[in-house]
T-cell receptor, first 113, second 110 residues
């Protein structure tokens, strides 16, 4: 596609429920990243995928968070048993490779009530 | 642990004036990124700085990198209202696993 696409754009969920956030990177981009941005703050790295290599999960805040990337393209970030502190905007980005410029999607605003 | 500090965090400028945003980082890194974020929107990549002494310019914005001082600057020349946004610097060995500063919210007033 023309840009990085994320869905849904907004998600309101009850505490304790699981959510799945989707990211479609730019076609041909081998690197894909997930970040979290809490209100009024900078970005917090979560995880990145590069080609067929094992993902770097070092930024995932707890074992309730997981992500996968199928077929080297679409990625899903899953948050299990959501907590109120998970409320944030989740941003996905992709780049041609790890050293290239990153292009960000519009984000998914997650609100846990 | 890599730390990235931006200052100022908030900047109110008058149109036509010049100003500089500073980005200090704590450990040696390969590259530095500047991004712009408009309210409610995602991030837009402005500059990627790869080496000591690198300088890049686009319109009224110019970014530079001093790796020895671990400092990057984003200079705004003759500010206009359209430049009002939050500007982030990010440092890392790649675009994905970068450490971001807290952002500088710039407001340009007529």
């Amino acid at each position: 596609g023309a840009g990085v696409s994320q869905s849904p754009s907004n998600k309101v969920t009850e505490k304790g429920k699981d959510v799945e956030l989707r990211c479609d990177p730019i076609s041909g981009h081998t690197a894909l990243y997930w970040y979290r941005q809490s209100l009024g703050q900078g970005l917090e790295f979560l995880i990145y995928f590069q080609g067929n290599s094992a993902p770097d999960k070092s930024g995932l805040p707890s074992d309730r968070f997981s992500a996968e990337r199928t077929g080297g393209s679409v990625s899903t970030l899953t948050i299990q048993r959501t907590q109120q502190e998970d409320s944030a905007v989740y941003l996905c980005a992709s780049s041609l490779d790890l050293r290239g410029e990153a292009f960000f999607g519009q984000g998914t605003r997650l609100t846990v009530v | 642990e890599l730390k990235v500090e931006q200052n100022p965090l908030f900047l109110s400028m008058q149109e036509g004036k010049n100003y500089t945003i500073y980005c200090n980082y704590s450990t040696t890194s390969d590259r530095l990124y500047w991004y712009r974020q408009d309210p409610g929107k995602s991030l837009e990549s402005l500059f990627v700085l790869l080496s000591n002494g690198a300088v890049k310019q686009e319109g009224r914005l110019m970014a530079s990198l001093d790796t020895k001082a671990r400092l990057s600057t984003l200079h705004i020349t003759a500010a206009v209202h359209d430049l009002s946004a939050t500007y982030f610097c990010a440092v890392g060995t790649n675009a994905g696993k970068s450490t971001f500063g807290d952002g500088t919210t710039l407001t340009v007033k007529p």
